[in-house]
């Protein structure tokens, strides 16, 4: 499926470089200087929210308030991906906000019956709908927004969970969401610019346990065997720092390896 989205006419410096910042990166929970799974893509006359963890909301005012939104995309349902969006909820209906359209809203089957469940208090449904305007991902979506091209793909995590190729001007971002290592991800990103590759597991080969997330290592693998230009590791483990998951990445990939420090902001191309 693919579509053309404008949320208003685009100013002059809306078309500065397509850049990923970071809102946080932390898994299970936030700490007290790093919120969950969030992150702005900016450029070619787009805003996206990818992923609205626990946190994140608050760092993404310091760059775009809700209503400047263009788009939000969302990996997947647990709740470090996407518990911020319960707030946004509120904060597009009931605050300070005067929302002129739904803002688009990208996830995984089921999105807006999960939102309304946790936002419905009473026996009426709680209008999810007038604050985002739900589209379901699935494998092989497409989008535009703006300039932006947003490809997802289907992943391996357990639930539904989606990877995304965004494209802009000829440059590249992979975002790999929650994920196993598999060749979904590994095509999606393959020859990218940047790979923004999850490396939560500290899982040892052996312990027969199922593998929903990378490693290190594996975080490494994937970017060398999708030629990646650049690596950027993120969503690392609590028992591993994030100097290791870096250096340990870097054993399988010889690119550019860097960590996706929160409020941390890079060039994509």
Do not use: K
């Not at 996407?82 to 909820?89: G, Q, R, V």
């Not at 469940?117 to 739900?134: C, D, M, Q």
């Not at 490396?199 to 594996?218: F, I, L």
């Not at 060398?224 to 690392?236: D, G, W, Y």
């Amino acid at each position: 499926m693919s579509r053309d989205l404008a949320r208003g006419a685009a100013t002059t410096d809306d078309r500065r470089p397509f850049r990923l910042t970071v809102l946080g990166c932390a898994t299970p929970y936030a700490t007290v200087d790093n919120p969950c799974s969030g992150y702005l893509v900016s450029g070619g006359g787009a805003r996206v929210w990818v992923d609205a963890g626990s946190g994140t909301l608050a760092e993404l005012q310091r760059h775009v308030r809700l209503d400047e939104l263009d788009a939000i995309w969302i990996s997947h349902l647990h709740a470090d991906h996407s518990a911020d969006l319960l707030t946004a909820y509120y904060g597009l209906l009931f605050a300070d906000i005067r929302l002129t359209a739904p803002i688009p809203l990208y996830g995984p089957p089921g999105t807006a019956d999960r939102l309304a469940h946790f936002l419905t208090n009473t026996g009426t449904r709680s209008p999810v709908e007038s604050a985002f305007a739900v589209e379901e991902l699935h494998e092989g979506h497409r989008v535009r927004v703006g300039e932006l091209t947003l490809t997802s793909r289907a992943v391996e995590h357990g639930i539904p969970a989606f990877a995304v190729r965004i494209e802009s001007a000829g440059r590249s971002l992979v975002y790999s969401g929650d994920t196993a290592p598999c060749p979904a991800l590994t095509n999606l990103a393959e020859g990218c610019d940047v790979l923004l590759c999850e490396a939560e597991s500290d899982r040892g080969p052996d312990t027969g346990e199922e593998q929903v997330h990378h490693t290190p290592e594996d975080t490494g693998d994937t970017a060398r065997s999708a030629r990646a230009e650049r690596l950027i590791v993120t969503h690392v483990g609590r028992f591993v720092t994030p100097e290791q998951a870096v250096s340990r990445a870097a054993t399988r990939y010889a690119g550019p390896v860097e960590y996706a420090t929160p409020g941390a902001s890079f060039t994509v191309g």
